[in-house]
């Protein structure tokens, strides 16, 4: 049986545009409504600096063309979601911090995109630090969602845009607030554009985690408390990433994807155009975004790695977006699975609870 741990990135666009409504509460709940019908359990990762620029403009008597508070519906969702069952933790895209609403539109600091360029205390640039900011995130959702479980824990974090890299200065103020976990690396990524700058090339599919304390891509032999889980992903052409399903979804946001393209793409001939779509690249399973047939040899993919893998508990952690959630195929492929006997469902806290369990026992 393979064990599988469905993410969900809680967010409107990277640039800022859209509408909570459409884009985050609705799909959101169809998403709850499939887990509910099938016994399926999310780990929502909630972004909690956009909520709290939502929350603040809202307030301050600015409706942003919203007829109810949008923060407010999050915030009512999330703790539906906990109630159901569902796993919430720490989603953060620091170049919110210093947003301002103007002009009917977002006006976000792009130059605060990725999460290891945040200095530890706020300067004339930034208003706040990393470690107000981990400090806070952790607090909030906490504050949120203890009059309900009081028991949680904010202890996992996935960095915005899969940026975490270099990550020794992040990784020491994540332990000194009591995180155990994070989930942002994704095998065999690699980015270098005007906004993201990573690469994990190194990293291999085969293995399921990693224990660190250093950098978040180095495994440590000796010390056994902060777990890498990274995102699954599977290098495939450029061209067959762009099937039927990817191509409506990108349609239905169609301002946002264009200029998603512009933000990672560079001018190139038609023959690099055609060599560019040739190539192979890293592409994360997306159980949001895949087509029936996508998710089947990403599925086929992974039952081929757990028979041959060396760890008594190898779970996958697979990844989605409300604002990507238009078709259920590829999730309802996975629960026909699931009724078979083939898979479970787990949350990333109770994917590290029997990680733990399985190291006590060696």
């Known amino acids: 049986m393979i064990s599988l741990c469905l993410t969900l990135d809680y967010e409107l666009f990277g640039s800022g545009r859209g509408n909570v409504f459409t884009h985050i509460i609705e799909p959101t709940n169809r998403l709850l409504a499939i887990c509910s019908k099938y016994?399926?359990?999310?780990?929502?990762?909630?972004?909690?600096?956009?909520?709290?620029?939502?929350?603040?403009?809202?307030?301050?008597?600015?409706?942003?063309?919203?007829?109810?508070?949008?923060?407010?519906?999050?915030?009512?969702?999330?703790?539906?979601?906990?109630?159901?069952?569902?796993?919430?933790?720490?989603?953060?895209?620091?170049?919110?911090?210093?947003?301002?609403?103007?002009?009917?539109?977002?006006?976000?600091?792009?130059?605060?995109?990725?999460?290891?360029?945040?200095?530890d205390q706020a300067n004339e640039k930034i208003s706040m630090g990393l470690i107000e900011l981990i400090r806070k995130g952790k607090e909030e959702l906490e504050n949120m969602l203890r009059p309900i479980n009081p028991l949680y824990k904010c202890n996992v974090l996935r960095a915005g845009g899969y940026n975490i890299d270099p990550s020794e200065r992040l990784l020491k103020i994540l332990k000194e607030?009591?995180?155990?976990?994070?989930?942002?690396?994704?095998?065999?990524?690699?980015?270098?554009?005007?906004?993201?700058?990573?690469?994990?090339?190194?990293?291999?599919?085969?293995?399921?985690?990693?224990?660190?304390?250093?950098?978040?891509?180095a495994a440590s032999k000796k010390e056994k408390v902060f777990i890498?889980?990274?995102?699954?992903?599977?290098?495939?052409?450029?061209?067959?990433?762009?099937?039927?399903?990817?191509?409506?979804?990108?349609?239905?946001?169609?301002?946002?994807?264009?200029?998603?393209?512009?933000?990672n793409s560079t001018k190139k001939t038609k023959w690099e155009t055609i060599q560019f779509l040739m190539d192979k690249e890293a592409v994360t399973w997306d159980f949001c975004l895949f087509s029936?047939?996508?998710?089947?040899?990403?599925?086929?993919?992974?039952?081929?790695?757990?028979?041959?893998?060396?760890?008594?508990f190898h779970p996958f952690v697979l990844v989605g977006h409300p604002k990507d959630f238009y078709y259920s195929y590829a999730i309802e492929f996975l629960d026909k699975k699931a009724s078979g006997g083939k898979l479970k469902f787990l949350t990333i806290g109770e994917a590290i609870v029997q990680i733990k369990e399985t190291h006590k026992q060696k």
């Open 39 to 119: 016994g399926m359990k999310l780990t929502i990762f909630f972004e909690v600096v956009e909520y709290w620029k939502l929350k603040e403009v809202y307030e301050s008597g600015e409706s942003m063309g919203y007829e109810r508070n949008p923060a407010e519906a999050m915030a009512n969702q999330i703790k539906k979601a906990h109630q159901l069952g569902h796993d919430i933790q720490l989603h953060l895209h620091p170049q919110w911090i210093d947003a301002q609403y103007q002009n009917g539109e977002w006006q976000l600091n792009m130059d605060y995109w990725r999460l290891p360029e945040v200095p």
């Open 177 to 217: 607030n009591e995180f155990i976990a994070d989930s942002s690396v994704y095998y065999g990524g690699k980015a270098e554009n005007e906004l993201s700058k990573y690469d994990y090339t190194r990293v291999k599919k085969e293995i399921p985690y990693w224990f660190t304390n250093g950098s978040l891509l």
């Open 228 to 263: 890498e889980l990274p995102v699954f992903a599977k290098r495939i052409r450029r061209i067959s990433k762009y099937d039927l399903v990817r191509i409506c979804s990108a349609l239905k946001n169609k301002a946002n994807s264009i200029e998603k393209f512009k933000n």
């Open 292 to 312: 029936k047939s996508k998710m089947r040899k990403f599925l086929n993919a992974a039952i081929k790695i757990k028979e041959n893998s060396k760890a008594s």
